[in-house]
């Protein structure tokens, strides 16, 4: 039965990692918690891509809670990069370990969420007609969660299936004997390409856009190395969280400029890195993400390789990107390339003739139908900003999020927004969010989050907000940070790019371990930058 006039002390919105462990932490402390989530289960991210392919790009032994030793020694992943299944399963697992699920009511979206000055509290509303009353109101909402389909005329009209890969039905699709259409070559689009053309009788990919991809070079976990990390598992944690990354501790990330090496050297670094696979092969050499004839030698040693992989000259061209590499999210794939060669495989460049329409049998580019039984949507998300402003929320005198962030987002440490009392966001923009390991990230946001709330109500305070200077300062420092890198560079959804009519403003902070220090500062100097109004305790 719909809950009307409830009240809680806080209510934490998505049971995605971040939001399972917030409520977790808050339970813990006595306050009480209603979590709601709108998919039918926990996971979050991982509960709605389960795509073909769909897989991790942070190594197993690293995407994880670290936040008990219990979890970390009984939980064991099969493959050096953990599939989607896998890693649902782990959520399920901590749901219940932690018993979690009681709390949380699913298949329930947050629809609207507005400040009361009086009480300081949120009346906190919801699609299944919850309306509900809280002191804390914590969006656990994710970064990319808030899928993009782009507008395509016609898009009703099609008579055959469509699926989206952020949204993909629980029951899996089975392509056999269908003709399929895919737009989209980033992450998604390169993870589920190979395993979705094994299956179809025909697959043409559109491409608007060749992205770089690394080979992941998965394979089944080390079992030697899985116990060298047990054995000391939070040292290992502690050397991630020195990372830029909060991972990748374990393989040198080399400092040499890529300008200052002989064309031999070059060449065996390059070789020895894309061996290894992933991410890291950004950290074959230390300048490839600063200086851009730097990053042209990567580039050039990516594209030679997808030109002695794809045996048709022309694909080969097409998939070659012109663009920075790492600039946009560097893709981590299995066969991807490979895949070009099959016979059932067409690459379809829509980067002068975009998709015009969609009709009842296909999709028309350059003035041509393709048809189709099943169109998937590999074309992102609304990252960092969609989730967060897709509800209604409304902080003092009535301000619109989405008003006050009409010219991008603005934070304080990613974490609260001036205006905002009482509302909290993990992973938020102007946090390292999507450049770190977001385990790492949102377990770093829970436990912020948690210590702030208890401080404050160690004072008597009921409202917790953010000093309007000290947000400037923030979204200044975020700002500068960015344009110290290539990442401003290119058209990425870092950047808002990839939704029509966002604005463009880079919005992860890049730096775990200097975030970090940050944080520890702000603790130090009784949580500087934020304020805190007092009103005698129990007189909501
Ligand atoms: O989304 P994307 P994604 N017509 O935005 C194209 C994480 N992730 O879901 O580049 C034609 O990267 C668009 O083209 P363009 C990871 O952080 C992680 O793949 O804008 N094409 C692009 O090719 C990742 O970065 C994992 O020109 C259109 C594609 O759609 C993030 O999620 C796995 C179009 C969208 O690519 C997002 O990845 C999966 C149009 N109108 C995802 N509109 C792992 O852990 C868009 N496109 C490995």
Redesign the pocket.
């Given at each position: 039965m719909a809950d009307v006039g409830k009240r809680f002390d806080a209510v934490v919105v998505g049971a995605g990692f971040g939001g399972m462990y917030m409520l977790h932490l808050l339970h813990r402390s006595g306050l009480s918690v209603r979590g709601y989530e709108r998919g039918g289960g926990v996971g979050g991210t991982w509960f709605w891509?389960r795509y073909p392919g769909?897989?991790?790009?942070v190594e197993s032994m690293e995407y994880s809670y670290q936040f008990s030793a219990e979890l970390q020694q009984e939980w064991n992943w099969s493959e050096r990069y953990s599939p989607q299944p896998e890693i649902l399963a782990y959520a399920n697992h901590v749901a219940d370990k932690f018993e979690l699920r009681r709390h949380f009511r699913f298949n329930t979206a947050l629809t609207a969420a507005q400040y009361d000055e009086a009480t300081q509290t949120w009346r906190v509303c919801t699609s299944e007609g919850e309306t509900v009353h809280c002191q804390y109101l914590i969006m656990a909402t994710g970064c990319?969660s808030s899928t993009n389909t782009?507008d395509f005329p016609g898009l009703d009209t099609f008579a055959g299936q469509t699926y989206h890969?952020?949204a993909w039905p629980t029951d899996g699709v089975d392509f056999s004997g269908k003709t399929v259409g895919i737009?989209?070559?980033?992450?998604?689009?390169i993870?589920s390409i190979p395993l979705i053309a094994a299956q179809a009788r025909q697959l043409t990919v559109?491409q608007?856009?060749p992205?770089y991809s690394v080979p992941a070079q998965n394979g089944p976990i080390d079992s030697a190395r899985v116990a060298e990390i047990k054995a000391n598992y939070a040292e290992f944690r502690v050397r991630n969280k020195a990372q830029q990354a909060a991972f990748g501790a374990d393989y040198p990330r080399r400092g040499d400029s890529v300008l200052e090496a002989s064309a031999e050297e070059r060449a065996r670094r390059f070789e020895e890195y894309w061996g290894y696979g992933g991410f890291m092969f950004l950290a074959a050499f230390g300048d490839i993400g600063q200086d851009e004839s730097a990053n042209f030698h990567a580039q050039e040693f990516v594209r030679n390789k997808i030109r002695s992989i794809v045996k048709d000259p022309r694909t080969a061209e097409l998939l070659c990107p012109d663009t920075l590499i790492g600039c946009k999210?560097l893709c981590?794939d299995s066969g991807y390339y490979a895949t070009f060669n099959r016979d059932n495989v067409t690459l379809v460049d829509?980067s002068e003739h975009?998709?015009e329409q969609i009709t009842p049998g296909g999709l028309v580019t350059g003035g041509r139908e393709y048809k189709f039984d099943v169109i998937v949507f590999?074309?992102?998300?609304d990252a960092m900003t969609g989730a967060l402003l897709k509800p209604d929320i409304r902080g003092r005198n009535n301000l619109a999020l989405g008003d006050k962030w009409h010219a991008g987002p603005r934070t304080y440490l990613g974490l609260m927004t001036a205006e905002f009392p009482n509302l909290f966001m993990l992973t938020g923009p102007g946090s390292p969010s999507?450049l770190a390991n977001m385990v790492t990230g949102v377990e770093q946001h829970a436990e912020f989050v948690a210590s702030l709330i208890q401080w404050a109500d160690a004072q008597g305070s009921r409202e917790i907000s953010v000093a309007q200077p000290a947000e400037d300062e923030w979204v200044e420092v975020v700002n500068m940070r960015s344009r110290a890198t290539l990442f401003p560079r290119c058209?990425s959804?870092y950047l808002g790019a990839?939704v029509p009519g966002k604005p463009r403003v880079f919005m992860p902070y890049v730096g775990f371990p200097d975030y970090s220090a940050k944080l520890a500062e702000v603790v130090d100097n009784g949580y500087a930058g934020f304020t805190t109004r007092g009103v005698a305790m129990g007189q909501h």
């Open positions: 891509n769909c897989r991790c790009d990319l782009p890969t952020g737009i989209g070559t980033g992450s998604s689009g993870q559109f608007r856009t992205n999210r981590a829509v975009p998709v590999a074309t992102g998300f999507v058209n959804w990839n």
